[in-house]
């Protein structure tokens, strides 16, 4: 096997395990014909998870207040943090600040509160894409994650009556972060 394929077969298990922040491979280095290894260190992208308000467990969801049961849960082992990429609501809203909160993130100040507050957003589109703005995940285990979309005066937001409500999908980046 050469050395290429090793940080390959490396790589391609690092990605599948994505508990591991950074593996240790060793490349060979060839100064004045003697063999040197130097560490490099290969970092992990991080991953995606896609959840809906949907679900079988938790028959009281509603698009603006949902929980979701991960199974298998997921073990994350170091720093890691988490931003919301990418939003599909069931219907247009007005146009005004929503706060999304989740359960398994640090608080920030918003207002006169601190609130865990994933992303602020002002768009009345059904479907908003972000750019990655990351906030600092403190749980190590996710298995139940709990979700709601608020409007500035706190409530959730209603998005009609329990038949027509339909369903929020909410996409979440997840990366390893040193603390310096």
Same mark, same amino acid.
């Given at each position: 096997?050469?050395?290429?394929?090793?940080?390959?077969?490396?790589?391609?298990?690092?990605?599948?395990?994505?508990?591991?922040?950074?593996?240790?491979?060793?490349?060979?280095?060839?100064?004045?014909?003697?063999?040197?290894?130097?560490?490099?260190?290969?970092?992990?992208?991080?991953?995606?998870?896609?959840?809906?308000?949907?679900?079988s467990v938790y028959k009281d969801n509603t698009p603006s207040s949902f929980i979701v049961q991960l199974r298998p849960e997921v073990s994350l082992?170091?720093?890691?943090?988490?931003?919301?990429?990418?939003?599909?609501?069931?219907?247009?809203?007005?146009?005004?600040?929503?706060?999304?909160?989740?359960?398994?993130?640090?608080?920030?100040?918003?207002?006169?509160?601190?609130?865990?507050?994933?992303?602020?957003?002002?768009?009345?589109?059904?479907?908003?894409?972000?750019?990655?703005?990351?906030?600092?995940?403190?749980?190590?285990?996710? &298995? @139940?994650?709990? +979700?709601?979309? %608020?409007? !500035? #005066? *706190? &409530? @959730?937001?209603? +998005?009609?009556? %329990?038949? !027509? #409500? *339909?369903? @929020?999908?909410l996409r979440l980046h997840f990366m390893p972060f040193s603390i310096v």
């Amino acid at each position: 096997m050469t050395q290429s394929d090793k940080v390959t077969r490396i790589v391609s298990i690092v990605t599948a395990q994505l508990m591991i922040h950074h593996v240790s491979v060793y490349n060979p280095l060839y100064c004045n014909k003697r063999l040197i290894y130097r560490s490099a260190f290969i970092m992990v992208a991080g991953f995606y998870l896609t959840l809906t308000s949907k679900s079988s467990v938790y028959k009281d969801n509603t698009p603006s207040s949902f929980i979701v049961q991960l199974r298998p849960e997921v073990s994350l082992k170091g720093f890691w943090s988490v931003a919301l990429v990418e939003l599909f609501l069931p219907k247009e809203t007005e146009l005004k600040p929503k706060y999304v909160t989740a359960n398994f993130i640090q608080s920030s100040v918003i207002g006169e509160s601190k609130q865990p507050v994933l992303r602020v957003f002002y768009d009345d589109k059904q479907h908003v894409t972000f750019a990655p703005e990351y906030i600092q995940v403190i749980d190590r285990l996710l &298995d @139940t994650l709990e +979700f709601e979309i %608020k409007g !500035e #005066e *706190g &409530d @959730t937001i209603d +998005f009609g009556t %329990k038949d !027509e #409500e *339909g369903e @929020t999908h909410l996409r979440l980046h997840f990366m390893p972060f040193s603390i310096v």
